[in-house]
């Protein structure tokens, strides 16, 4: 793979930029020269044959340029795209993929705004890529009360190119749920542009099919789902990362009474969406520094807990582990560990966030670590819980440049998103693992089974196979017999 990725580089040097370096925004070129994953993506879709991943970069690098991929912002896409809801990021599919909505009856045809309508996928699409680099989506096409006029087949075709050239390695599965059948031929039509890359992840499911791919959790009720989640903007709707239930409370492993009195505080402090803030009583930075310095009270937390093996090296923390948090079934496995790092000159507060809330505990939640200093927090499954590959969990880290006596919740109404160091981790369950070891087994256990019947019914047709060629020449036998002269 390394050597395919950088005779990929070298190749792409030579051949494509020599005479055409205004052809790509350099920030593409730069990005290609350095991040490997990204060449390995262009690689993988291709089959790794360089020649065609070389054409798929320069296509999707020149499509990058003209359209500004690199430069759209919020403020770049007409607000009344985002008012009426029809593409949004929400929930996830049962393998944990983040789910692509197109509400398709909300889309009307018009050639005045196609280019309008190209960016402003293109700009979920480069959001979520620099979110949650690597991690493919489940495209949604929600057909529900839709009819010909909604259909418009050159902007349907971009959605295609947009995972089949200039994302790839995006696509976990493209779902089309409620189809009306006046539509078959248009979508008949859709397949020959996938390719034989994509065409095996095209699913079409009904109402009472859709919950084989997506949980009730995330489907709305029209689906037959349990989601009470409704579109509205602004702001943008984002991974529904809340405050963890027990903010900086006790863990489950602590006295059961105080946990309940931890509970019923943060019940208060839940924040509805990603950039609301949590309204939870002043906490002075001073306050915060002098409990973190009880050694033996943090030895008695992190007792138990999983030890990070990686590290992700931010501008302002080195985070432990890089990636996953990691769960395991037992007990004694249902601790893990996050570990800050602080490599700035000044004090950093931190915040932990979940999608799940009612599932972990996190201590602490949220403070603060001196220069040069660690923390260590501690991210337990509460209850009968179980991990499960939807959940993720984001940290957000900045630089508090003077902190004094600031209160925590007022620095982060204040300061600029922009400052703002992000870290996010997917969740990985030895259970998981296990269960779908399980699947795998007894699909294989079927398969076998279907096997030995298909060799069977073999062996029956060879023998009668056999029976009747025998049969054919008896007979030719006693023809032959009985046309003899006697």
């Not at 509400?103 to 018009?110: A, E, N, Q, R």
């Not at 493919?136 to 902007?155: C, H, K, Q, R, Y």
């Not at 950039?275 to 937390?301: C, L, M, W, Y």
Request: charged share 30%; net charge neutral.
């Amino acid at each position: 793979m390394e050597k395919k990725i950088e005779e990929t580089r070298q190749r792409f040097k030579n051949e494509y930029l020599q005479d055409s370096s205004d052809k790509y925004d350099s920030r593409d070129v730069e990005r290609l020269q350095k991040d490997d994953a990204w060449v390995e993506g262009y690689l993988t879709w291709r089959i790794y044959v360089v020649d065609d991943t070389l054409k798929m970069i320069d296509e999707s690098f020149q499509w990058r340029k003209d359209l500004g991929v690199n430069d759209l912002t919020e403020s770049s896409i007409p607000k009344w795209m985002f008012e009426t809801g029809a593409v949004f990021l929400h929930g996830y599919d049962k393998e944990g993929n983040k789910l692509f909505w197109f509400k398709v009856k909300l889309h009307i045809k018009d050639a005045k705004t196609i280019l309008d309508k190209k960016k402003y996928v293109a700009f979920w699409l480069e959001r979520y890529a620099k979110r949650e680099p690597g991690m493919p989506l489940t495209v949604v096409f929600d057909m529900a009360e839709s009819g010909l006029s909604n259909i418009d087949m050159d902007f349907v075709k971009y959605i295609i190119n947009c995972f089949k050239v200039y994302y790839p390695k995006f696509l976990s599965k493209m779902i089309i749920v409620d189809m009306p059948w006046i539509m078959n031929a248009a979508w008949k039509i859709v397949k020959t542009w996938l390719g034989p890359e994509a065409i095996s992840k095209l699913k079409f499911a009904s109402k009472s099919e859709i919950q084989t791919f997506i949980g009730p959790e995330y489907l709305p009720p029209h689906m037959g789902g349990m989601d009470p989640f409704k579109y509205s903007y602004p702001p943008l709707p984002d991974d529904d990362f809340q405050t963890p239930i027990c903010d900086n409370g006790p863990i489950v492993s602590e006295d059961e009474t105080e946990s309940k009195e931890g509970e019923l505080e943060s019940k208060d402090t839940l924040e509805s969406s990603f950039n609301s803030e949590v309204a939870v009583k002043p906490k002075k930075v001073q306050s915060i520094i002098s409990k973190d310095n009880d050694k033996g009270d943090t030895s008695n937390k992190t007792k138990g807990a999983r030890k990070p093996l990686t590290t992700f090296r931010g501008p302002l923390l080195h985070v432990s582990p890089a990636e996953e948090l990691s769960f395991g079934s037992k007990e004694t496995e249902k601790k893990c560990l996050i570990i800050l790092n602080n490599v700035t000159k000044n004090q950093v507060a931190f915040k932990v966030r979940t999608t799940a809330p009612e599932k972990y505990r996190v201590k602490p939640s949220s403070s603060c670590c001196e220069p040069g200093a660690s923390v260590d927090i501690v991210v337990s499954l509460h209850g009968g819980y179980q991990a499960s590959p939807q959940d993720r969990f984001l940290v957000m880290a900045a630089e508090m440049e003077n902190a004094g006596a600031q209160e925590l919740a007022q620095f982060w109404k204040e300061v600029s998103r922009a400052k703002v160091m992000e870290h996010r981790y997917n969740m990985t369950s030895r259970d998981l693992c296990q269960v779908q070891l399980m699947r795998v087994t007894a699909c294989n256990a079927r398969l076998e089974q279907k096997l030995d019947k298909c060799l069977w019914v073999q062996k029956v047709l060879i023998g009668l196979v056999l029976i009747l060629m025998v049969l054919n020449l008896l007979c030719l036998y006693l023809l032959g017999t009985a046309q003899r002269p006697s």
